[in-house]
Structure formats: C-alpha cells, structure tokens
C-alpha cells in the first residue's frame, strides 16, 4: 500500500500563478521526497526534505514539512506551462533507501 | 553521463506468455528499485536492492514475478505467466550511498497484456 496521499488530485490554474499540493503520510519518517513526473516519462526528481527540516527551496520551488500533522506542502510560484505533470511526495520510514510513493497530484498550467 | 536505462519502452503480449524487462543503472548506483505504476496512480515498490542482495520484496507477486541483479549492476524482471492485470509501466530506478538520497528513474517500459 501506498505511504502517502497526495491532495488535490488534480489543479488547473492560469501561467504565473502559484500551484500548492500537499501530502499526507501515516508513519513517522526519516525524509520526504517530491517527484515530478511529465505524460509518459519517468520521474525526476525535485527537492528532498529531512524530518528534522521544516521549510526548504530550491529555485521557484518551496517545500514545508510538519512532522507533528505527518504532512508536507509542495509550493510552485510563478507557475509555467511546462509545469505541466503529475507530482508525488515519496516517503522514507525504514532504515535504507525505501520510498514510498503517494497517489500523485495533477496539475495544469494553462498558458 | 548517461542515466537509467530501460528496454523495452513499449511491450505487447497475450496472455500467459513470459515477458522479460531489463534495467541498468547509474554506473556505481548501489542501490536498484523495481516499481510498478498503473495508470493515474503512484509507483508501488517492487523489489530494492542493495548490490546483488534483494532486501526488499516484500511486494512481489512471487508465484509469477521473479528478478535478478547479476554482479550488481544491471537487472531483470521476469513475468511468467503474465495475466492482463499485469499491463502497467514498470519502472527502475537506482540511487547512491546511504539512507535518504535521491532515487534517478528511467523512463519506464510500458506493458500491454492483451
């Protein structure tokens, strides 16, 4: 089963506006990861944050974590429509490099 | 550098017929993933591996599903029979070093079971 849920399942907003999705998980972690994923590619991937980390970016990107909610929010700014793709959150519980993944988000950048 | 390498991107099969699906990594990636992705839904673990040795598996349909990573570099997974539940992506991914580094997917090999 799946560690993570990805909320909302699919976003529509216009070029230059900001697109915010979030994750919850259900057990405690050592980090937790975001994905994107373009219409029938592989996943690349975009901004990892430890548990012991509230708040990291990377370029126009954003990511909080709350441990005590088990949840994390995606922040894009100043969206474009390359944008365009699917996001998941990946969680990490066990003691190696297990990640799970979340049920994705979809998100639409209209130009 | 090149990075993950799947073959076949795209495979038709009927039913019951074996179906092989190859990776290789990122040269000096311990760490190798197989995930299975259906459509509109995240990839769910497979098998992981840490070098030759399969420490997760945990998910993989044993009775049709088998996979191996030869001198630990690249790997195969078999089906054998496929059923039509099976037509999804299959996905490899492979990382470096300790807990918590980033895991580098390939593109993904798309299976049709008809």
């Known amino acids: 089963s ?37 219409s029938g ?15 990291k970016h990377s ?12 949840s994390s929010s995606l922040l894009i700014t100043a969206s474009r429509a390359a944008d365009t793709a699917s996001y998941f959150c990946a969680t990490d519980a066990g003691t190696g490099n297990q990640f799970y993944f979340g049920t994705g988000t979809s998100l639409t950048v209209i130009p | 550098e090149a990075g ?22 990122i040269s000096g990636h311990n760490t190798l993933y197989w995930y299975l992705q259906n459509l509109g839904q995240g990839p769910e673990l497979l ?31 078999k089906i054998q029979p496929a059923e039509l539940g099976d037509s999804a992506v299959y996905l490899c991914a492979s990382s470096f070093g300790s807990a918590g580094t980033e895991a580098f997917f390939g593109q993904g090999t798309r299976l049709t079971v008809v």
């Open chain 2, 47 to 77: 098998i992981r591996y840490e070098n030759e040795e399969a420490v997760d598996d945990s998910q993989l349909p044993k009775d049709r599903f088998s996979a191996e990573r030869l001198k630990g570099v690249d790997s195969t997974l």
């Open chain 1, 59 to 70: 370029g126009r990107l954003r990511v909080t974590l709350d441990t005590s909610k088990k």
């Open chain 2, 4 to 25: 993950v390498v799947q073959s076949p991107r795209y495979k038709i099969i009927e039913k019951k017929q074996p179906v092989a699906f190859w990776c290789n990594p």
């Open chain 1, 2 to 38: 799946q560690q993570g849920e990805e909320d909302p399942q699919a976003l529509s907003i216009q070029e230059g506006e900001n697109a915010t999705m979030n994750c919850s998980y259900k057990t405690s972690i050592n980090n937790l990861q975001w994905y994107r994923q373009n």
């Open chain 1, 41 to 55: 590619r592989g996943l690349v991937h975009l901004i990892l944050i430890r548990s012991n980390e509230r708040e």
